[in-house]
Protein backbone atom coordinates (compact mmCIF):
# COMPACT_ATOMS: atom_id res chain seq x y z
CA UNK A 1 0.00 0.00 0.00
CA UNK A 2 1.40 3.80 -1.09
CA UNK A 3 2.61 5.41 2.22
CA UNK A 4 0.17 8.10 1.44
CA UNK A 5 -2.91 6.28 1.62
CA UNK A 6 -1.63 4.40 4.98
CA UNK A 7 -1.24 7.75 6.17
CA UNK A 8 -4.46 8.79 5.54
CA UNK A 9 -6.29 5.79 7.43
CA UNK A 10 -4.05 6.32 10.23
CA UNK A 11 -5.33 9.95 10.56
CA UNK A 12 -9.15 8.80 10.29
CA UNK A 13 -9.02 6.32 13.23
CA UNK A 14 -10.31 6.97 16.59
CA UNK A 15 -9.28 4.42 19.16
CA UNK A 16 -11.12 4.98 22.61
CA UNK A 17 -11.91 3.78 26.16
CA UNK A 18 -14.79 4.91 28.12
CA UNK A 19 -14.25 4.86 31.89
CA UNK A 20 -16.52 5.74 34.86
CA UNK A 21 -17.61 5.12 38.37
CA UNK A 22 -20.31 2.23 38.59
CA UNK A 23 -24.01 3.30 37.75
CA UNK A 24 -22.46 6.65 36.17
CA UNK A 25 -24.39 5.68 32.42
CA UNK A 26 -20.92 4.32 30.48
CA UNK A 27 -23.25 1.69 29.15
CA UNK A 28 -26.16 4.06 28.00
CA UNK A 29 -23.43 6.49 26.55
CA UNK A 30 -21.81 3.77 24.66
CA UNK A 31 -24.77 3.15 23.37
CA UNK A 32 -25.88 6.34 22.43
CA UNK A 33 -23.12 6.64 20.59
CA UNK A 34 -23.52 3.53 18.46
CA UNK A 35 -27.07 4.86 18.07
CA UNK A 36 -25.38 8.07 16.52
CA UNK A 37 -23.00 6.27 14.68
CA UNK A 38 -25.19 4.60 12.74
CA UNK A 39 -23.97 1.09 13.91
CA UNK A 40 -27.33 0.01 15.60
CA UNK A 41 -31.01 1.45 14.52
CA UNK A 42 -32.24 1.73 18.24
CA UNK A 43 -30.81 1.36 21.71
CA UNK A 44 -31.50 -1.68 24.21
CA UNK A 45 -32.62 0.31 26.43
CA UNK A 46 -32.42 -0.87 30.20
CA UNK A 47 -35.92 -0.24 30.91
CA UNK A 48 -36.86 -2.37 27.52
CA UNK A 49 -38.57 -5.58 27.88
CA UNK A 50 -37.43 -9.27 26.52
CA UNK A 51 -34.90 -9.08 23.97
CA UNK A 52 -35.07 -5.49 24.00
CA UNK A 53 -33.20 -5.14 27.32
CA UNK A 54 -29.84 -6.36 26.68
CA UNK A 55 -27.67 -3.95 25.73
CA UNK A 56 -25.84 -4.64 22.67
CA UNK A 57 -22.21 -3.86 24.61
CA UNK A 58 -23.00 -6.71 27.19
CA UNK A 59 -23.23 -9.95 25.17
CA UNK A 60 -22.04 -12.34 28.93
CA UNK A 61 -25.69 -14.33 30.10
CA UNK A 62 -24.47 -12.70 33.69
CA UNK A 63 -23.85 -9.46 32.34
CA UNK A 64 -27.45 -9.84 31.09
CA UNK A 65 -28.81 -10.78 34.27
CA UNK A 66 -27.56 -8.60 36.75
CA UNK A 67 -27.21 -5.33 34.04
CA UNK A 68 -23.91 -4.62 34.90
CA UNK A 69 -20.53 -4.93 32.28
CA UNK A 70 -18.07 -7.51 33.67
CA UNK A 71 -15.85 -7.40 30.73
CA UNK A 72 -14.23 -5.51 28.38
CA UNK A 73 -16.11 -5.16 24.72
CA UNK A 74 -14.98 -3.84 21.95
CA UNK A 75 -17.15 -2.23 18.95
CA UNK A 76 -16.32 -0.50 15.18
CA UNK A 77 -18.18 1.96 13.71
CA UNK A 78 -17.68 4.79 10.87
CA UNK A 79 -18.88 8.31 11.77
CA UNK A 80 -18.05 11.90 10.06
CA UNK A 81 -15.15 11.20 8.20
CA UNK A 82 -13.60 8.62 10.61
CA UNK A 83 -13.44 5.05 11.67
CA UNK A 84 -13.79 4.63 15.78
CA UNK A 85 -13.23 1.54 17.64
CA UNK A 86 -15.14 2.09 20.75
CA UNK A 87 -14.05 -0.24 24.03
CA UNK A 88 -16.30 -0.88 27.14
CA UNK A 89 -14.81 -1.53 30.06
CA UNK A 90 -16.07 -2.93 32.61
CA UNK A 91 -17.43 -0.65 34.94
CA UNK A 92 -17.73 -2.50 38.83
CA UNK A 93 -14.36 -1.93 40.14
CA UNK A 94 -14.30 -5.47 40.96
CA UNK A 95 -13.17 -5.98 37.07
CA UNK A 96 -10.58 -3.29 37.41
CA UNK A 97 -7.80 -5.19 36.02
CA UNK A 98 -9.37 -5.95 32.64
CA UNK A 99 -10.24 -2.02 32.71
CA UNK A 100 -6.23 -1.20 33.27
CA UNK A 101 -5.65 -3.41 30.38
CA UNK A 102 -7.74 -2.53 27.83
CA UNK A 103 -6.48 1.48 29.00
CA UNK A 104 -3.03 0.42 27.06
CA UNK A 105 -4.74 -0.07 23.68
CA UNK A 106 -6.33 3.03 22.92
CA UNK A 107 -5.48 6.45 22.26
CA UNK A 108 -8.32 8.27 24.31
CA UNK A 109 -10.89 7.99 26.94
CA UNK A 110 -14.08 9.41 27.58
CA UNK A 111 -14.64 9.67 31.40
CA UNK A 112 -18.14 9.93 32.32
CA UNK A 113 -19.12 11.50 35.42
CA UNK A 114 -22.85 11.57 37.50
CA UNK A 115 -23.75 15.41 37.19
CA UNK A 116 -25.30 14.61 40.83
CA UNK A 117 -22.28 12.74 42.21
CA UNK A 118 -19.26 14.17 40.94
CA UNK A 119 -15.81 12.38 41.17
CA UNK A 120 -16.22 9.08 42.46
CA UNK A 121 -13.72 6.61 43.72
CA UNK A 122 -13.49 4.14 40.93
CA UNK A 123 -13.49 7.14 38.56
CA UNK A 124 -10.19 8.52 40.16
CA UNK A 125 -8.54 5.45 40.38
CA UNK A 126 -8.99 5.00 36.37
CA UNK A 127 -8.28 8.48 35.54
CA UNK A 128 -4.88 7.61 37.32
CA UNK A 129 -4.03 4.76 35.25
CA UNK A 130 -5.03 7.34 31.99
CA UNK A 131 -2.54 9.61 33.52
CA UNK A 132 0.36 7.36 33.86
CA UNK A 133 0.09 6.56 30.15
CA UNK A 134 -0.83 10.20 29.09
CA UNK A 135 -3.91 9.48 27.70
CA UNK A 136 -6.28 12.11 26.86
CA UNK A 137 -9.33 12.38 28.47
CA UNK A 138 -12.62 14.15 27.54
CA UNK A 139 -15.22 14.40 30.63
CA UNK A 140 -19.02 13.60 29.99
CA UNK A 141 -20.95 14.79 32.52
CA UNK A 142 -24.07 12.57 32.68
CA UNK A 143 -27.64 12.61 33.72
CA UNK A 144 -28.34 16.30 33.48
CA UNK A 145 -32.39 15.49 33.13
CA UNK A 146 -32.23 14.58 36.95
CA UNK A 147 -31.19 17.07 39.90
CA UNK A 148 -27.49 18.18 39.06
CA UNK A 149 -24.76 19.90 41.28
CA UNK A 150 -23.90 23.68 39.58
CA UNK A 151 -21.74 22.92 36.69
CA UNK A 152 -19.12 25.24 37.41
CA UNK A 153 -19.01 23.51 41.04
CA UNK A 154 -17.96 19.95 38.97
CA UNK A 155 -15.94 21.23 36.83
CA UNK A 156 -14.06 23.22 40.07
CA UNK A 157 -13.88 19.53 41.25
CA UNK A 158 -12.19 17.90 38.08
CA UNK A 159 -9.85 20.57 38.37
CA UNK A 160 -8.79 20.43 41.83
CA UNK A 161 -8.95 16.43 42.14
CA UNK A 162 -7.36 15.49 39.01
CA UNK A 163 -4.91 18.31 38.28
CA UNK A 164 -6.35 18.60 34.82
CA UNK A 165 -6.85 22.13 33.23
CA UNK A 166 -10.85 22.09 32.09
CA UNK A 167 -12.51 23.49 29.79
CA UNK A 168 -15.97 23.52 28.81
CA UNK A 169 -16.58 22.25 25.56
CA UNK A 170 -20.49 22.51 25.82
CA UNK A 171 -23.04 23.94 28.28
CA UNK A 172 -25.97 22.22 29.94
CA UNK A 173 -29.54 24.63 29.84
CA UNK A 174 -31.16 24.29 33.05
CA UNK A 175 -31.34 20.24 34.89
CA UNK A 176 -33.60 18.33 36.05
CA UNK A 177 -36.90 18.69 35.18
CA UNK A 178 -35.76 21.88 33.29
CA UNK A 179 -33.04 20.74 31.52
CA UNK A 180 -33.47 21.86 27.65
CA UNK A 181 -30.32 20.54 26.06
CA UNK A 182 -26.85 21.90 25.88
CA UNK A 183 -24.86 25.25 23.94
CA UNK A 184 -21.96 24.00 21.89
CA UNK A 185 -19.26 26.70 23.01
CA UNK A 186 -16.89 25.38 20.50
CA UNK A 187 -19.63 25.55 17.49
CA UNK A 188 -21.05 28.81 19.06
CA UNK A 189 -24.94 26.48 18.55
CA UNK A 190 -27.78 25.96 20.86
CA UNK A 191 -28.97 21.80 19.79
CA UNK A 192 -32.31 21.20 21.21
CA UNK A 193 -33.00 17.46 21.79
CA UNK A 194 -36.72 15.94 22.10
CA UNK A 195 -37.16 14.24 25.29
CA UNK A 196 -39.76 11.73 23.46
CA UNK A 197 -37.10 10.62 20.83
CA UNK A 198 -35.16 9.08 23.55
CA UNK A 199 -34.94 5.52 21.57
CA UNK A 200 -33.71 7.17 18.15
CA UNK A 201 -31.17 9.56 16.90
CA UNK A 202 -32.82 13.05 15.95
CA UNK A 203 -31.11 16.08 14.58
CA UNK A 204 -32.35 18.71 16.96
CA UNK A 205 -32.61 22.20 16.29
CA UNK A 206 -29.69 24.36 15.74
CA UNK A 207 -29.40 27.95 16.12
CA UNK A 208 -26.37 30.06 15.35
CA UNK A 209 -24.74 32.55 18.12
CA UNK A 210 -25.43 32.86 21.77
CA UNK A 211 -27.71 35.81 20.88
CA UNK A 212 -29.83 34.29 17.98
CA UNK A 213 -33.27 35.58 18.74
CA UNK A 214 -34.03 31.75 18.24
CA UNK A 215 -33.11 30.82 21.10
CA UNK A 216 -35.69 33.05 23.47
CA UNK A 217 -38.37 31.37 21.11
CA UNK A 218 -37.39 27.89 21.95
CA UNK A 219 -36.03 28.39 25.55
CA UNK A 220 -37.98 29.91 28.60
CA UNK A 221 -36.78 33.96 29.29
CA UNK A 222 -34.85 32.77 32.78
CA UNK A 223 -33.05 29.76 31.04
CA UNK A 224 -31.88 31.78 28.13
CA UNK A 225 -30.72 34.72 30.43
CA UNK A 226 -29.01 32.57 32.59
CA UNK A 227 -27.28 30.90 29.37
CA UNK A 228 -25.71 33.84 28.41
CA UNK A 229 -24.84 34.78 31.70
CA UNK A 230 -22.59 31.73 32.03
CA UNK A 231 -21.68 31.74 28.05
CA UNK A 232 -20.09 35.90 28.86
CA UNK A 233 -18.43 33.76 32.32
CA UNK A 234 -17.08 30.82 30.89
CA UNK A 235 -15.42 32.97 27.85
CA UNK A 236 -14.03 35.70 30.56
CA UNK A 237 -12.35 33.01 33.26
CA UNK A 238 -12.23 29.54 31.66
CA UNK A 239 -8.89 28.78 29.35
CA UNK A 240 -9.97 27.89 25.36
CA UNK A 241 -10.01 24.55 24.35
CA UNK A 242 -6.14 24.11 23.34
CA UNK A 243 -5.71 20.65 20.69
CA UNK A 244 -2.27 20.42 21.93
CA UNK A 245 -3.03 20.58 25.61
CA UNK A 246 -5.42 18.48 25.79
CA UNK A 247 -3.45 15.85 23.34
CA UNK A 248 -0.80 15.99 26.03
CA UNK A 249 -3.62 14.87 29.06
CA UNK A 250 -3.15 18.25 30.26
CA UNK A 251 -6.60 19.27 29.61
CA UNK A 252 -9.71 18.09 29.33
CA UNK A 253 -12.76 19.10 27.29
CA UNK A 254 -16.09 19.17 29.15
CA UNK A 255 -19.59 18.18 27.76
CA UNK A 256 -22.64 18.48 29.01
CA UNK A 257 -25.80 15.98 28.68
CA UNK A 258 -28.03 13.36 29.72
CA UNK A 259 -27.04 10.16 27.43
CA UNK A 260 -30.49 8.46 28.03
CA UNK A 261 -32.51 11.32 26.35
CA UNK A 262 -29.66 11.83 24.09
CA UNK A 263 -28.59 15.31 24.83
CA UNK A 264 -25.25 15.98 23.96
CA UNK A 265 -24.31 12.99 22.81
CA UNK A 266 -23.91 14.21 19.17
CA UNK A 267 -21.54 17.04 20.30
CA UNK A 268 -19.25 14.15 22.48
CA UNK A 269 -19.28 12.09 19.27
CA UNK A 270 -18.34 15.11 16.89
CA UNK A 271 -15.34 16.42 19.86
CA UNK A 272 -14.05 13.03 19.26
CA UNK A 273 -14.13 12.88 15.59
CA UNK A 274 -12.22 16.41 15.43
CA UNK A 275 -10.12 16.30 18.21
CA UNK A 276 -9.42 12.98 19.74
CA UNK A 277 -5.64 12.17 18.37
CA UNK A 278 -5.37 9.54 15.96
CA UNK A 279 -2.94 6.40 16.52
CA UNK A 280 -0.37 7.10 18.43
CA UNK A 281 3.60 5.62 18.92
CA UNK A 282 3.64 2.46 20.82
CA UNK A 283 6.18 1.51 23.42
CA UNK A 284 8.28 -1.59 22.44
CA UNK A 285 11.41 -2.86 23.75
CA UNK A 286 14.16 -0.21 22.67
CA UNK A 287 12.13 1.97 20.80
CA UNK A 288 8.86 3.54 19.98
CA UNK A 289 6.82 2.28 17.01
CA UNK A 290 5.08 5.00 14.66
CA UNK A 291 1.60 3.80 13.05
CA UNK A 292 2.71 4.61 9.63
CA UNK A 293 6.02 1.71 9.26
CA UNK A 294 5.19 -0.35 6.83
CA UNK A 295 5.29 -3.59 8.50
CA UNK A 296 2.59 -4.87 10.49
CA UNK A 297 2.82 -5.16 14.40
CA UNK A 298 0.57 -5.02 17.59
CA UNK A 299 -0.52 -6.75 20.72
CA UNK A 300 -2.87 -8.65 22.88
CA UNK A 301 -4.54 -6.55 25.33
CA UNK A 302 -7.30 -9.40 25.96
CA UNK A 303 -8.62 -12.57 25.31
CA UNK A 304 -12.12 -13.85 26.12
CA UNK A 305 -13.43 -17.64 26.28
CA UNK A 306 -16.75 -18.33 24.78
CA UNK A 307 -17.89 -15.88 23.17
CA UNK A 308 -19.88 -18.01 20.88
CA UNK A 309 -20.62 -20.91 23.31
CA UNK A 310 -21.65 -23.35 20.61
CA UNK A 311 -17.96 -23.68 19.62
CA UNK A 312 -15.77 -23.25 22.78
CA UNK A 313 -13.76 -20.11 20.91
CA UNK A 314 -11.22 -17.94 22.34
CA UNK A 315 -10.58 -14.42 20.91
CA UNK A 316 -7.53 -12.76 21.25
CA UNK A 317 -8.24 -8.81 21.30
CA UNK A 318 -5.55 -7.39 18.98
CA UNK A 319 -4.35 -3.78 18.83
CA UNK A 320 -2.95 -3.00 15.74
CA UNK A 321 -0.21 -0.79 15.96
CA UNK A 322 1.78 -0.51 12.91
CA UNK A 323 1.44 -1.20 9.03
CA UNK A 324 -1.59 -2.30 6.62
CA UNK A 325 -3.00 -5.77 7.80
CA UNK A 326 -4.44 -7.95 5.01
CA UNK A 327 -6.48 -11.15 5.85
CA UNK A 328 -3.99 -13.78 5.03
CA UNK A 329 -0.85 -12.07 6.49
CA UNK A 330 1.73 -14.03 8.52
CA UNK A 331 2.75 -13.09 11.49
CA UNK A 332 5.19 -14.09 13.71
CA UNK A 333 4.07 -14.73 17.19
CA UNK A 334 6.87 -13.34 19.60
CA UNK A 335 6.69 -15.81 22.49
CA UNK A 336 7.06 -19.07 20.82
CA UNK A 337 8.72 -17.95 17.24
CA UNK A 338 6.04 -19.37 15.67
CA UNK A 339 4.71 -18.00 12.30
CA UNK A 340 0.85 -17.75 12.30
CA UNK A 341 -1.45 -17.57 8.69
CA UNK A 342 -4.10 -15.07 10.36
CA UNK A 343 -6.79 -16.08 7.73
CA UNK A 344 -10.45 -15.89 10.04
CA UNK A 345 -9.78 -12.53 11.97
CA UNK A 346 -12.83 -10.18 12.98
CA UNK A 347 -14.31 -6.89 13.36
CA UNK A 348 -16.31 -6.69 16.38
CA UNK A 349 -20.07 -4.96 17.25
CA UNK A 350 -20.11 -6.29 20.66
CA UNK A 351 -21.59 -9.80 19.88
CA UNK A 352 -21.83 -9.52 16.12
CA UNK A 353 -18.35 -9.93 14.23
CA UNK A 354 -17.74 -9.91 10.51
CA UNK A 355 -14.39 -10.88 9.08
CA UNK A 356 -12.03 -8.58 8.57
CA UNK A 357 -10.32 -8.44 5.07
CA UNK A 358 -7.87 -5.70 6.42
CA UNK A 359 -7.11 -3.47 9.22
CA UNK A 360 -5.13 -0.50 10.01
CA UNK A 361 -3.15 1.24 12.63
CA UNK A 362 -5.52 1.78 15.66
CA UNK A 363 -8.05 -0.97 14.42
CA UNK A 364 -8.72 -3.92 17.48
CA UNK A 365 -8.96 -7.08 15.44
CA UNK A 366 -10.17 -10.61 17.02
CA UNK A 367 -7.75 -13.32 16.33
CA UNK A 368 -9.93 -16.91 17.00
CA UNK A 369 -7.07 -19.17 18.30
CA UNK A 370 -6.99 -22.08 20.99
CA UNK A 371 -4.89 -21.19 23.20
CA UNK A 372 -1.79 -19.91 21.61
CA UNK A 373 -2.54 -16.27 22.32
CA UNK A 374 -2.21 -14.57 25.10
CA UNK A 375 -2.64 -11.03 27.07
CA UNK A 376 0.42 -9.35 26.70
CA UNK A 377 1.80 -11.37 23.08
CA UNK A 378 3.44 -9.19 20.35
CA UNK A 379 2.67 -10.69 16.60
CA UNK A 380 5.30 -8.72 14.25
CA UNK A 381 5.32 -9.20 10.30
CA UNK A 382 9.35 -10.40 11.53
CA UNK A 383 10.39 -8.16 13.07
CA UNK A 384 12.07 -9.11 16.72
CA UNK A 385 10.08 -6.74 19.21
CA UNK A 386 7.80 -6.55 22.44
CA UNK A 387 5.55 -4.38 23.21
CA UNK A 388 5.74 -3.40 27.24
CA UNK A 389 3.16 -2.29 29.24
CA UNK A 390 0.60 -5.17 29.39
CA UNK A 391 0.29 -5.77 33.19
CA UNK A 392 -1.10 -8.47 35.41
CA UNK A 393 -1.72 -7.85 39.10
CA UNK A 394 -1.53 -9.82 42.06
CA UNK A 395 -4.95 -10.82 43.69
CA UNK A 396 -6.17 -9.09 46.39
CA UNK A 397 -8.62 -12.51 47.41
CA UNK A 398 -7.54 -16.08 47.36
CA UNK A 399 -10.09 -18.94 47.37
CA UNK A 400 -10.12 -22.80 46.98
CA UNK A 401 -12.28 -23.97 44.11
CA UNK A 402 -14.21 -27.10 44.86
CA UNK A 403 -16.51 -29.71 42.50
CA UNK A 404 -19.60 -31.27 43.55
CA UNK A 405 -18.71 -33.77 41.26
CA UNK A 406 -15.16 -35.03 41.98
CA UNK A 407 -14.79 -36.95 38.95
CA UNK A 408 -15.05 -33.21 36.57
CA UNK A 409 -11.53 -32.51 37.93
CA UNK A 410 -9.84 -32.66 34.32
CA UNK A 411 -12.50 -30.10 33.25
CA UNK A 412 -12.73 -27.97 36.20
CA UNK A 413 -8.68 -28.00 35.05
CA UNK A 414 -9.36 -26.97 31.63
CA UNK A 415 -11.89 -24.23 32.79
CA UNK A 416 -9.73 -22.74 34.78
CA UNK A 417 -6.81 -22.51 32.43
CA UNK A 418 -9.08 -20.83 29.93
CA UNK A 419 -10.61 -18.22 32.78
CA UNK A 420 -6.56 -17.22 33.31
CA UNK A 421 -5.56 -17.00 30.37
CA UNK A 422 -8.28 -14.32 29.45
CA UNK A 423 -7.14 -12.74 32.83
CA UNK A 424 -10.65 -12.70 34.85
CA UNK A 425 -8.91 -14.50 37.05
CA UNK A 426 -5.30 -16.04 38.31
CA UNK A 427 -5.33 -19.52 38.87
CA UNK A 428 -2.65 -21.37 41.08
CA UNK A 429 -2.07 -25.15 41.35
CA UNK A 430 -0.29 -25.80 44.78
CA UNK A 431 2.88 -27.86 45.02
CA UNK A 432 1.83 -29.74 48.01
CA UNK A 433 -2.07 -30.34 48.06
CA UNK A 434 -4.94 -31.31 44.78
CA UNK A 435 -6.98 -28.05 45.20
CA UNK A 436 -6.76 -25.35 42.87
CA UNK A 437 -6.62 -21.71 44.36
CA UNK A 438 -8.12 -19.39 42.54
CA UNK A 439 -7.22 -15.41 43.01
CA UNK A 440 -8.83 -12.37 42.12
CA UNK A 441 -9.43 -8.47 42.53
CA UNK A 442 -12.99 -8.17 44.06
CA UNK A 443 -15.71 -10.64 45.41
CA UNK A 444 -17.82 -10.07 42.70
CA UNK A 445 -15.36 -11.87 40.63
CA UNK A 446 -16.03 -15.07 42.45
CA UNK A 447 -19.89 -14.99 41.58
CA UNK A 448 -19.26 -14.43 38.14
CA UNK A 449 -16.71 -17.46 38.02
CA UNK A 450 -19.44 -19.66 39.67
CA UNK A 451 -22.07 -18.70 37.44
CA UNK A 452 -19.53 -19.22 33.81
CA UNK A 453 -18.29 -22.54 35.40
CA UNK A 454 -21.91 -23.88 35.43
CA UNK A 455 -23.48 -21.76 32.16
CA UNK A 456 -19.97 -22.78 29.71
CA UNK A 457 -19.08 -25.51 31.65
CA UNK A 458 -21.75 -27.62 32.71
CA UNK A 459 -19.73 -27.58 36.12
CA UNK A 460 -21.14 -27.12 39.63
CA UNK A 461 -18.56 -25.35 41.84
CA UNK A 462 -18.25 -23.17 44.86
CA UNK A 463 -15.62 -21.36 46.12
CA UNK A 464 -14.02 -21.45 49.67
CA UNK A 465 -11.54 -19.92 52.39
CA UNK A 466 -7.88 -20.78 51.04
CA UNK A 467 -6.36 -19.42 54.16
CA UNK A 468 -3.84 -17.21 51.99
CA UNK A 469 -3.87 -13.19 52.35
CA UNK A 470 -1.70 -12.57 49.42
CA UNK A 471 0.19 -14.10 46.42
CA UNK A 472 3.89 -12.59 44.53
CA UNK A 473 5.73 -13.38 41.87
CA UNK A 474 9.35 -14.55 43.13
CA UNK A 475 12.04 -14.62 41.18
CA UNK A 476 15.89 -14.88 41.87
CA UNK A 477 19.07 -14.49 39.77
CA UNK A 478 20.64 -17.41 42.03
CA UNK A 479 19.10 -20.80 41.07
CA UNK A 480 20.97 -22.25 44.26
CA UNK A 481 19.42 -19.53 46.46
CA UNK A 482 16.02 -19.79 44.54
CA UNK A 483 16.21 -23.52 45.32
CA UNK A 484 16.64 -23.39 48.94
CA UNK A 485 13.56 -20.77 49.13
CA UNK A 486 11.41 -23.52 47.53
CA UNK A 487 12.64 -26.35 49.79
CA UNK A 488 11.98 -24.36 52.73
CA UNK A 489 9.03 -22.88 51.70
CA UNK A 490 7.10 -25.20 49.16
CA UNK A 491 4.04 -25.87 51.24
CA UNK A 492 3.18 -21.83 50.62
CA UNK A 493 4.52 -22.18 47.19
CA UNK A 494 2.55 -22.74 43.84
CA UNK A 495 2.56 -22.58 39.85
CA UNK A 496 0.23 -20.57 38.22
CA UNK A 497 -1.06 -21.40 34.46
CA UNK A 498 2.37 -20.33 33.03
CA UNK A 499 4.38 -22.25 35.31
CA UNK A 500 6.01 -19.24 37.12
CA UNK A 501 6.60 -19.47 40.69
CA UNK A 502 4.25 -17.94 43.28
CA UNK A 503 4.58 -17.85 47.28
CA UNK A 504 1.13 -17.91 49.11
CA UNK A 505 1.20 -15.87 51.98
CA UNK A 506 -0.93 -16.30 54.95
CA UNK A 507 -0.91 -12.75 56.22
CA UNK A 508 1.50 -9.74 56.41
CA UNK A 509 3.44 -11.13 59.13
CA UNK A 510 4.90 -14.36 57.06
CA UNK A 511 5.41 -12.94 53.80
CA UNK A 512 7.66 -9.52 55.41
CA UNK A 513 9.38 -13.09 56.87
CA UNK A 514 10.22 -14.58 54.39
CA UNK A 515 11.52 -10.98 53.04
CA UNK A 516 14.05 -10.74 55.61
CA UNK A 517 14.48 -14.52 55.46
CA UNK A 518 15.57 -14.71 51.35
CA UNK A 519 16.26 -11.24 50.45
CA UNK A 520 17.96 -12.15 47.48
CA UNK A 521 14.61 -13.20 46.32
CA UNK A 522 11.78 -10.63 44.62
CA UNK A 523 8.53 -11.18 45.79
CA UNK A 524 6.55 -9.34 42.80
CA UNK A 525 2.90 -7.30 42.42
CA UNK A 526 2.88 -7.41 38.68
CA UNK A 527 4.33 -9.75 35.95
CA UNK A 528 3.97 -8.60 32.34
CA UNK A 529 3.30 -10.71 29.37
CA UNK A 530 4.40 -13.69 30.85
CA UNK A 531 7.86 -12.35 31.94
CA UNK A 532 7.94 -11.22 35.26
CA UNK A 533 8.74 -7.52 36.27
CA UNK A 534 11.51 -6.80 38.39
CA UNK A 535 9.89 -4.35 40.58
CA UNK A 536 10.26 -5.63 44.24
CA UNK A 537 6.73 -5.02 46.12
CA UNK A 538 6.86 -2.77 48.75
Not at 444 to 459: G, I, N, P, S, T
Request: glycine share 8%; proline share 5%; aromatic share 8%.
Amino acid sequence: MPANILEEEVRKRRTFAIIAHPDAGKTTLTEKLLLFGGAIQMAGAVKARGEQRRARSDWMKVERERGISVTASVMNFDYAGRTFNLVDTPGHEDFSEDTYRTLTAVDSAVMVIDAAKGIESQTRKLFEVCRLRDVPIATFVNKMDREARDPFELMDEIESDLQLEVTPASWPIGSGSEFKGCYDLIRDRLILMDRRQGDVASEGIVCTGVDDPRIDELVPADLAAKLREDVEMIRGLCPPFDLETYRAGHQTPVFFGSAINNFGVRELLLGLAEYAPPPRPQKADGRAVDPEEGKVTGFVFKVQANMDPNHRDRIAFFRLCSGHFRRGTKLKHMRSGKLLAVNNAVLFLARDRELAEDAFPGDIIGIPNHGTLRIGDTLTEGEELRYTGVPSFAPELLQRVRLDDPMKVKHLRKALEHFAEEGASQVFKPLVGADWVVGVVGPLQFEVLAARLHAEYDLKARFETAGYDSARWVECDDPVKLKSFVDSRRADLAEDHDGALVYLARNGWQLNRAQEDFPEIRFMKTREQNRLVTTQAA
